[in-house]
């Protein structure tokens, strides 16, 4: 069986105080991967789905804060395994990247500057 690609956003996040963010668009992702071997790849640190066609979206208007166990990607799964690219909308699918670090201590503390 041939492996899934897909096409998927990515939402660098540079900061969560300023809502500093760039969404970089990857196409031929292959499901397969891991979330570690995509993060290899991205070169930083962490995962989180930010919105899947014909889902909620969050009131944030960076990430939302919550659902991390059942949002944040897991090194260890395949990109598919973690919901990525179900069903025919699997373009559909929108992750944030960061630190870490940096959304541990905005979830602490979830002041904006701007």
Do not use: C
């Not at 900061?15 to 071997?37: A, C």
């Not at 962490?46 to 208007?61: D, F, P, S, Y």
């Not at 670090?101 to 979830?107: F, G, H, Q």
Request: glycine share 2%; charged share 30%.
């Amino acid at each position: 069986m041939a492996s899934k690609e897909v096409t998927i956003t990515v939402r660098l996040i540079r900061s969560f105080e300023h809502r500093n963010f760039k969404p970089i668009v990857y196409h031929g992702v292959n499901l397969d991967q891991t979330t570690k071997e995509f993060i290899v790849f991205l070169k930083q640190d962490k995962l989180k789905i930010v919105h899947q066609a014909h889902k909620a979206k969050t009131n944030e208007l960076v990430l939302s804060l919550e659902d991390d166990d059942t949002l944040m990607l897991k090194e260890d799964s395949t990109l598919q395994a973690a919901g990525i690219g179900e069903k025919e909308r699997a373009h559909e699918t929108e992750i944030a990247f960061f630190r870490e670090e940096d959304y541990k201590n905005y979830k602490a503390n979830p002041i904006s500057s701007w």
